[in-house]
């Protein structure tokens, strides 16, 4: 056995399979990269998912889904010859029909949320200005187990009656307030001729539009349920209202 | 570590597979809505003499119908003409308010009907079923009697705050599955985002939990043609609180 021959033997020479080449590895700021488009792309369709779905008024798809639709109505239109001199004349007489319902004569508008007024001649406003209506409370009196509501009612009324210098007959809930005792009901400290002002509207139900003596707290929620207006605005309404004529309170 | 990956993709696809599903059943909702709407209006195709208007007159004619239809009523009607971008209050005829849209957003259902379409949809007022609102209708404040004179002197003094800090926001659900989204405008600098999104969001769960529960039962998926309003703030309390519970509501296109 030559020297060479010695040397070739043993385990680490051992002739082995064909080495396979190596893949090429991907470089990690790809690898970065996918992951990073890949998550980008998922919190997008996530995000737009929840858009859709989660929107009040949804727009993009709906849109596109109801245009897919095309507008060929199923609805049986047969298109006949039509007179349209009749069909004018029809749709004049609705327009005269909602025109006549627009009271011909005077009559007041009652904004309860901004206490405003506005005083019409059929279409024409011819005044506006600040008012005050119901404060919105529940008055409780513990003692006498009894509640008052102050709250100005909506819907349309109608001056029923018509009083200049207006004299008010004060009513237990003005006492309690004030925290005075309660007088008998024929007691002469319930008649207050100031506090209504110089006119006064009925208009049913012990509601009334009437002038004030707070006059710094016009245009604020504060009544008991009546209408207050100032002293010029009240004496335009009540010089233009009759009896009859409506108050529309919203 | 392999089966930790895998796990995750099968999550992930699960998850974008449930979403695709539901955009898709939702995205249906409205084609089978106008669908439906279509055969029932075929229904009523018979009526020619309606039909036979020309386009123009007929859109006039539904306002005109559904104004005299209101009028009849004794309660505060509200009127929404979508072209004018303007809110109306009536009553019996009369027109109390007129306040203007800021922001307009509707549903797709009301741009693709026909005039004849929106006659049989619109030409009689749609009742308000029920409402949802971050306002009460009626704001009522309880107050104790005064014990004396000097308490009472007191509380007269006091005037009271009439600043709006709180955000209004409204639905009104009206029939045929119709609904209203009010939004009241108010100043910048009062925080709004919150009490939007807890108001917007929580119907949208509900929506979603309608939609799986229609998957589930088989059933149409639901969809409801919404017009989504923005107006002044003080003006949104003020329409909110005219109108009934059960009130009637005009739409003008």
């Known amino acids: 056995m030559t020297t060479n021959e010695y040397l070739f033997e043993g385990p680490d020479v051992q002739p082995s399979a064909p080495i ?103 279409k024409s406003l011819i005044r506006e200005g600040r008012c005050s209506t ?16 102050f709250k100005t009612p909506r819907g349309v009324h ?50 009334m539009v009437h002038g004030t003596i707070w006059k710094r707290r016009m245009g604020l929620p504060v009544t008991h349920g009546c209408v207050r207006l100032l002293d010029d605005d009240l004496e335009a309404v009540f010089n233009t209202l009759s009896v009859g004529s409506k108050v529309i309170i919203y | 570590m392999k089966a930790l990956k895998i796990s995750a993709l099968v999550l992930v696809l699960i998850v974008v597979a449930g979403l695709a599903f539901l955009m898709i059943t939702a ?5 089978q809505t106008l ?31 559904a104004r005299l239809a209101m ?21 019996k005829g009369i027109v109390l308010h007129k306040t203007p849209i800021l922001k307009l957003t509707t549903s797709s259902f009301f741009k693709h009907l026909n005039p004849a379409e929106k006659y049989v949809l619109f030409h009689k007022p749609l009742v308000i079923l029920r409402d949802e609102s971050t ?37 009104l659900y009206l029939k045929d599955g119709i609904r209203i989204q009010v939004t009241g405008q108010l100043h910048d600098s009062i925080p709004q985002f919150w009490p939007k999104f807890k108001f917007d969001y929580g119907d949208r769960l509900n929506y979603l939990k309608e939609l799986i529960s229609s998957i589930t039962n088989k059933k149409p998926a639901p969809y409801q ?18 109108v009934p519970k059960k009130g009637n509501v005009i739409l003008e296109f």
């Open chain 2, 35 to 65: 669908q439906d709407f279509n055969e029932e209006t075929a229904q009523m195709g018979k009526d020619k003499i309606v039909l036979a208007y020309p386009d123009d007159l007929l859109q006039k004619k539904t306002i005109l119908d």
């Open chain 1, 20 to 122: 396979k080449p190596e893949k090429p590895r991907r470089s990690i700021w790809k690898t970065i990269l996918f992951a990073f488009l890949s998550l980008l792309g998922l919190l997008a369709f996530v995000s737009f998912a929840l858009y859709f779905l989660f929107n009040v008024v949804p727009q993009g798809p709906e849109l596109a889904m109801a245009r897919g639709l095309g507008r060929d109505s199923t609805l049986n239109v047969e298109k006949q010859p039509v007179d349209q001199g009749k069909i004018l004349k029809e749709i004049t007489g609705l327009e005269n029909k909602i025109d006549k319902m627009t009271s011909q004569g005077p009559y007041l508008i009652v904004n309860t949320t901004e206490n405003r007024f506005y005083l019409y001649d059929g």
């Open chain 2, 225 to 242: 043609p919404t017009i989504s309003i923005v107006i002044d703030a003080k003006e949104a309390s003020a329409i909110y609180r005219a």
């Open chain 2, 27 to 31: 995205m249906k909702a409205p084609k």
């Open chain 2, 135 to 171: 306002i009460s209708k009626d704001k009522f404040e309880t107050v104790i009697a005064p014990k004396d004179t000097l308490e009472a002197q007191a509380r007269a003094e006091i005037i009271p705050d009439t600043v709006l800090r709180e955000p209004i926001l409204y639905r």
């Open chain 1, 134 to 149: 119901g404060k919105n409370t529940r008055l409780v009196d513990q003692k006498r187990n009894k509640s008052y509501e």
């Open chain 2, 71 to 91: 009028s009849e009523n004794d309660s505060i009607g509200l009127r929404i003409n979508l072209n004018e971008k303007a809110l109306y209050l009536e009553i």
């Open chain 1, 158 to 207: 109608q001056v029923i009656h018509k009083q200049k210098n207006p004299v008010w007959t004060k009513p237990n809930w003005a006492y309690i307030e004030d925290g005075l005792p309660i007088p008998s009901a024929t007691d002469a400290s319930r008649q207050d001729p100031y506090t209504l002002g110089d006119y006064k509207l009925d208009i049913g139900d012990g509601y």
